[in-house]
């Protein structure tokens, strides 16, 4: 994990999630394989902490990490329920970058 908000993004601990927020942890931070919380998040199929850290002002489109994108990441995983969160907020599906270079050859792979 990139940092403390990342993993507890990625491991659904959402009152961990909730104090680092409260304590100034900051909700777009890059870094590590999941390249930020909303992705981690999306990784591990935690709609709660998603529509957290969205609520919160995380980037629905932020790019980094292996998948790319968060939406790439719960396409990959086949979270339809996460992946239509993030298209609800306005996830871009033609977003290039990550491993699978956008969220419809993630759903494919």
């Known amino acids: ?16 999630v909730t104090l680092l927020l409260d304590k100034g942890a900051n909700v777009n931070a890059q870094g590590g394989p999941y390249g930020n919380a909303l992705q981690a998040a999306s990784a591990g199929d935690h709609k709660e902490i998603v529509t957290l850290l969205l609520d919160k002002g995380a980037n629905v489109n932020a790019q980094g990490g292996s998948y790319g994108n968060a939406l790439q990441a719960a396409s990959y995983n086949g979270y339809k329920v996460v992946a239509t969160l993030l298209l609800d907020k306005g996830a871009d599906v033609n977003v290039q970058g990550g491993h699978y270079s956008n969220a419809l050859q993630a759903a494919s792979a």
Do not use: C, D, R, T
């Not at 994990?1 to 961990?16: M, R, T």
């Open 1 to 16: 994990y990139g940092n403390a908000l990342q993993a507890a993004s990625f491991n659904g601990y959402k009152e961990i």
